[in-house]
C-alpha cells in the first residue's frame, strides 16, 4: 500500500490502507517508545473509531489516556489547548510520551499545538479521519487555535512523528465533509497538478475507496513537494493558500457557519475569475474550476459583500505590511503569488464576486 515520505525539519511517513488503524500501535512502536499515549478526539469521530485505536494501543502494553472535546471550530481555542495541556501534566506526560490526534483538522491542529508546547515539545501522531485533515491538514507541521480576530492566530510549526490515514475511515464521512476535503483536493490539482484536476474532472461514479486514494495521493504529492522546499512559509508553500485569504474572511465573517472548505471552494473561484479579468491568467481558469466544483456539488455561491470579506482578511497573518499576498492560478496545475496593496484588495474581491 502507498507511503508518502515527507522531507521537513523532521522526515516522516504518510501511510494511507484501509484499514491501518487496527495497526495503530504497532505503528507506534516505529517511531517512537512511549509508556504513556493520549489519544485526542471529538465525541463524533471517538464514538466511531476510539475503542478501536485504544485497543490497538493497548495490545502494545502503552498506558492509553483518551481525551474527547466537543465538535466543530470552536474547538480550535486557547481553553481547548489549556484542557489539553492541563491534562498532560495531571497525568504525568513526559517528554517521551505521545499524543495521537484523532479526528479532523481541528482536532490535529489543536492536538499538535499541545504537542508544540507541552514540556516545549513532546512528539504526536496524526490520525486524519476527514478527508480534508487527510489531503491537507495532518501533513506539512502547521497547528494552530483560532483567536477572536481570525483563523489560525495562535499556532507553531511541529511535524507529526508519523500520519497514519485509515482511508475506510472515509466511508462514515457526512457528504458535506466529504465535499469539504474535494475542495482543498481541488486546491492542489489548480495550483500544481494539471493530472490530478483532469481526473477529477473526468471520472464517472468511481469506487469511494479508489477515489481517495487517488486523490489523496496527488494532493499529499503536491503539498509535500512544497513544504519539502519551504516549510515555514515564506515563499512557495504560500500557494497552498489559494482562495484561503477570502475563504478564512468567509469562514470568520459567517462566524464559522461556513464550512473551511466551502469557504475555500468561494475564493478559490472568486480568485481565479477576478485573475481571468485583469488579465494576470495565462488561460481562463475560472471556467474549468467552476465546472469541477460544481460536479462534485459544492456550493460556492458567496453570501456576503466584498467590503465586508475584505476588511475580515486584513486582520489575516498573511499580510505583511502594505501588501498582501494572494494566490491565482496561472493555468490548471500552475499557481502564482501575488503581492497586491491591501487598499486593491476589496476590488480584487469584487472583480471576484460580481
Ligand atoms: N494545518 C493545516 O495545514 C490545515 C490545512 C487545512 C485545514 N486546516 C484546518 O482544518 C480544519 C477543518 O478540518 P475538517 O474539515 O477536518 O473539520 P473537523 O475537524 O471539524 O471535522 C469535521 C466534522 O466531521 C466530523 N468527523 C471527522 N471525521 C469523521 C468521520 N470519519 N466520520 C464522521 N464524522 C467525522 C467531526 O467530528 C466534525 O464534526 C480547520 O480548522 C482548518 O483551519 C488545517
Same mark, same amino acid.
Request: charged share 25%.
Given at each position: 500500500m502507498p507511503n508518502l515520505d515527507i522531507h521537513a525539519s523532521k522526515e516522516y511517513t504518510m501511510m494511507v490502507e484501509p484499514g491501518i488503524m487496527d495497526r495503530l500501535g504497532e505503528l507506534v512502536l516505529r517511531v517512537a517508545n512511549p509508556k504513556k499515549v493520549c489519544l485526542v478526539s471529538d465525541t463524533n469521530v471517538s464514538e466511531l473509531f476510539a475503542e478501536k485505536a485504544t485497543r490497538s494501543l493497548q495490545k502494545e502494553g502503552f498506558d492509553v489516556n483518551v481525551l474527547i472535546l466537543a465538535p466543530g471550530e470552536g474547538t480550535k481555542s486557547m481553553s481547548s489547548l489549556n484542557r489539553i495541556l492541563e491534562f498532560l501534566a495531571e497525568h504525568e506526560y513526559t517528554r517521551s510520551d505521545i499524543l495521537v490526534a484523532l479526528g479532523g483538522g481541528v482536532i490535529g491542529d489543536l492536538t499538535g499545538f499541545a504537542a508544540a508546547t507541552y514540556l516545549r515539545g513532546i512528539p504526536f501522531i496524526q490520525v486524519p479521519t476527514t478527508l480534508l485533515a487527510a489531503v491537507d491538514?495532518?501533513?506539512?507541521?502547521k497547528t494552530a487555535i483560532n483567536l477572536k480576530a481570525g483563523k489560525n492566530l495562535a499556532g507553531a510549526f511541529w511535524q507529526p512523528s508519523l500520519v497514519l490515514f485509515d482511508? &475506510?475511515?472515509?466511508?462514515?464521512?457526512p457528504e458535506e465533509q466529504f465535499k469539504d476535503g474535494i475542495s482543498e483536493i481541488i486546491k492542489s490539482a489548480v495550483i500544481g497538478d494539471a493530472k490530478l484536476f483532469d481526473y477529477l474532472q473526468t471520472?464517472?461514479?468511481?469506487?469511494i475507496i479508489d477515489f481517495t486514494m487517488e486523490c489523496v495521493m496527488g494532493a499529499v504529492k503536491v503539498k509535500r513537494d512544497l513544504v519539502a522546499k519551504d516549510e515555514r512559509d515564506?515563499?512557495?508553500?504560500?500557494?497552498?493558500n489559494f482562495g484561503h485569504t477570502m475563504g478564512h474572511a468567509i469562514e470568520l465573517v459567517s462566524d464559522y457557519k461556513i464550512s473551511h472548505g466551502r469557504a475555500v471552494a468561494i475564493g478559490m473561484l472568486a480568485c481565479a475569475k477576478a485573475a481571468d479579468k485583469m488579465g494576470w491568467s495565462n488561460r481562463d481558469c475560472a471556467i474549468p474550476i467552476w465546472q469541477v466544483i460544481d460536479k462534485y456539488g459544492i456550493?460556492?455561491?458567496?453570501?456576503? &459583500?466584498p467590503h465586508q470579506l475584505a476588511a475580515a482578511a486584513l486582520?489575516?497573518?498573511?499580510?505583511?505590511g502594505d501588501n498582501i499576498s494572494i494566490v491565482i492560478p496561472l493555468e490548471i496545475g500552475m499557481g502564482a503569488i501575488m503581492d497586491i496593496p491591501v487598499h486593491e484588495l476589496e476590488e480584487f474581491f469584487r472583480a471576484g464576486l460580481e
Amino acid at each position: 500500500m502507498p507511503n508518502l515520505d515527507i522531507h521537513a525539519s523532521k522526515e516522516y511517513t504518510m501511510m494511507v490502507e484501509p484499514g491501518i488503524m487496527d495497526r495503530l500501535g504497532e505503528l507506534v512502536l516505529r517511531v517512537a517508545n512511549p509508556k504513556k499515549v493520549c489519544l485526542v478526539s471529538d465525541t463524533n469521530v471517538s464514538e466511531l473509531f476510539a475503542e478501536k485505536a485504544t485497543r490497538s494501543l493497548q495490545k502494545e502494553g502503552f498506558d492509553v489516556n483518551v481525551l474527547i472535546l466537543a465538535p466543530g471550530e470552536g474547538t480550535k481555542s486557547m481553553s481547548s489547548l489549556n484542557r489539553i495541556l492541563e491534562f498532560l501534566a495531571e497525568h504525568e506526560y513526559t517528554r517521551s510520551d505521545i499524543l495521537v490526534a484523532l479526528g479532523g483538522g481541528v482536532i490535529g491542529d489543536l492536538t499538535g499545538f499541545a504537542a508544540a508546547t507541552y514540556l516545549r515539545g513532546i512528539p504526536f501522531i496524526q490520525v486524519p479521519t476527514t478527508l480534508l485533515a487527510a489531503v491537507d491538514a495532518s501533513i506539512g507541521g502547521k497547528t494552530a487555535i483560532n483567536l477572536k480576530a481570525g483563523k489560525n492566530l495562535a499556532g507553531a510549526f511541529w511535524q507529526p512523528s508519523l500520519v497514519l490515514f485509515d482511508v &475506510d475511515t472515509v466511508l462514515e464521512l457526512p457528504e458535506e465533509q466529504f465535499k469539504d476535503g474535494i475542495s482543498e483536493i481541488i486546491k492542489s490539482a489548480v495550483i500544481g497538478d494539471a493530472k490530478l484536476f483532469d481526473y477529477l474532472q473526468t471520472v464517472e461514479n468511481p469506487k469511494i475507496i479508489d477515489f481517495t486514494m487517488e486523490c489523496v495521493m496527488g494532493a499529499v504529492k503536491v503539498k509535500r513537494d512544497l513544504v519539502a522546499k519551504d516549510e515555514r512559509d515564506t515563499g512557495m508553500r504560500k500557494l497552498l493558500n489559494f482562495g484561503h485569504t477570502m475563504g478564512h474572511a468567509i469562514e470568520l465573517v459567517s462566524d464559522y457557519k461556513i464550512s473551511h472548505g466551502r469557504a475555500v471552494a468561494i475564493g478559490m473561484l472568486a480568485c481565479a475569475k477576478a485573475a481571468d479579468k485583469m488579465g494576470w491568467s495565462n488561460r481562463d481558469c475560472a471556467i474549468p474550476i467552476w465546472q469541477v466544483i460544481d460536479k462534485y456539488g459544492i456550493d460556492a455561491k458567496c453570501p456576503f &459583500d466584498p467590503h465586508q470579506l475584505a476588511a475580515a482578511a486584513l486582520n489575516d497573518k498573511k499580510r505583511s505590511g502594505d501588501n498582501i499576498s494572494i494566490v491565482i492560478p496561472l493555468e490548471i496545475g500552475m499557481g502564482a503569488i501575488m503581492d497586491i496593496p491591501v487598499h486593491e484588495l476589496e476590488e480584487f474581491f469584487r472583480a471576484g464576486l460580481e
